[in-house]
């Protein structure tokens, strides 16, 4: 499949909040309360007020669920989601970001289905997202 | 991004309900009439019952795909599938789709992302699964081409 770089985005975690073993496994709410992104056309900033999601049905498997609002640079909003996974024992961790705007010039995201590759690092996660072409 | 070929999946149309003007766009269902899929781990079919495609024609003029199939593999496992998709493209493109003309892939948008869902200890690596496919509208179902994101 062909692809091209959309942005790279990283966010910040507030305390996660354990909600604990339910039906579908063990959900956890990690908050985001900030971060940043940037690609060749567009970047700006992650509104507090998203968060993560996050169900284990197993040791180790994370399903992801998240929603976030993007600002970018020029002051443009965009609604954000992705559904993904994270399987730490074989160091997969991949998502489907979707995106809602109403902003003219970023109409292009209302049209488009990405991939996500998901890094985790000491201060948050970083996910390199491409459009899928 | 790098992907490997999961499967190829044809699946077969039957005839769409057209729902009408909804809320969010105009909504059709096209249920399935079956179809197979065919790829280096896994081969077999679609079962007819409660596979369908939820299709949504947004303001934009975006297509929505909700799809939902139920596959069986040749050695008897069931495996959900569900994807959600978009497919877009000039306005002539997508009339001699609606047409039921035969057109390249290439000439629109067609994009879906599966997930699976089994308990077949041999296809529970569908489980942790991302994947990507390129779609290809013909008369009878589209075909989807399935890739694994690695």
Known sequence: MNARPLMRLRLTTAATEVIGATPRGTLSVFPIIGGSFEGERLRGTVLGGGADWVTAPSEGTFELDLRVTLETDDGALIHMTFTGVRDDANHYFRTLPRFETAAPKYAFLNRLLAVGIGELHADGPVHVIEEIL | ?150
């Not at chain 2, 609606?98 to 077949?120: L, M």
């Open chain 2, 1 to 150: 991004m790098n992907t490997r070929l999961l499967m190829t999946l044809r699946v077969t149309v039957a005839t769409p309900q057209s729902i009408g003007a909804v809320p969010h766009g105009t909504r059709r269902t096209v249920p399935l009439m079956g179809g197979e899929f065919e790829g280096p781990r896994l081969h077999g079919t679609v079962l007819p019952q409660g596979s369908g495609d939820w299709l949504l024609l947004r303001a934009d003029g975006v297509l929505e795909l909700d799809f939902r199939a139920t596959l069986r593999t040749e050695d008897g496992a069931l495996i959900s599938m569900r994807s959600f998709g978009l497919r877009h493209g000039p306005p002539d493109v997508m009339a001699a789709i609606a047409r039921g003309e035969v057109v390249d892939p290439a000439a629109y948008y067609f994009r879906t992302t599966p997930r699976f869902e089994t308990a077949h200890p041999a296809y529970k690596f569908l489980n942790h699964l991302v994947t990507v496919a390129s779609g290809d509208r013909r008369a009878e179902g589209p075909i989807y081409t399935i890739h694994e994101v690695l």
